[in-house]
């Protein structure tokens, strides 16, 4: 299995996805602008944990390329509304696959990802997996 880093957009819509659901996340508030750019800050270093146990090179890599950043929640939707669901269950799959990694699995950040992505896909139209580019299960 290849794993690799989310970009931003994919981080959004799973976090779009965390919000919809709504309370609290990983013990923080979704509906706190500052709680969510935390919220995604942790699944993006749970992603780098995975790379890193998935490339033994990775965190000498991550180093060099100075790639890790401050993570800012921006709404991927905006007032269109389009294929939002279908769209967030895409996204938290993708971040759940390439978080899959060595023990990642068995931590409870992982737990509430899948969590979301099981919400994610109820929210989702009926078959929208079918269209995924990758293997779900």
Same mark, same amino acid.
């Given at each position: ?49 995975? +790379? ?7 965190? @000498?890599?991550?180093?060099?390329? /100075?790639?890790? !950043?401050?993570? %800012? ?35 409870? +950040? ?7 992505? @099981?919400?994610?896909?109820?929210? /989702?139209?009926? !078959?929208?997996? %079918? ?7």
């Amino acid at each position: 299995m290849s794993a690799f880093l989310v970009q931003d957009g994919t981080m959004d819509r799973v976090l779009w996805a965390i919000i919809k659901q709504g309370g609290t996340f990983a013990g923080l508030d979704v509906n706190l602008a500052a709680d969510r750019d935390e919220i995604g800050e942790k699944r993006y270093a749970m992603n780098h944990s995975a +790379l890193a146990q998935r490339y033994p090179n990775y965190d @000498d890599m991550r180093r060099a390329t /100075a790639e890790v !950043g401050t993570y %800012k929640y921006v709404d991927p939707f905006g007032k269109t509304g389009a294929r939002e669901s279908w769209s967030a269950a895409e996204a938290c799959h993708c971040l759940q696959y390439q978080c899959s990694e060595g023990d990642i699995q068995d931590t409870p +950040l992982y737990d509430e990802l899948v969590a979301v992505t @099981d919400w994610a896909d109820d929210a /989702a139209p009926p !078959g929208f997996d %079918k269209f995924l580019a990758w293997d779900t299960a």
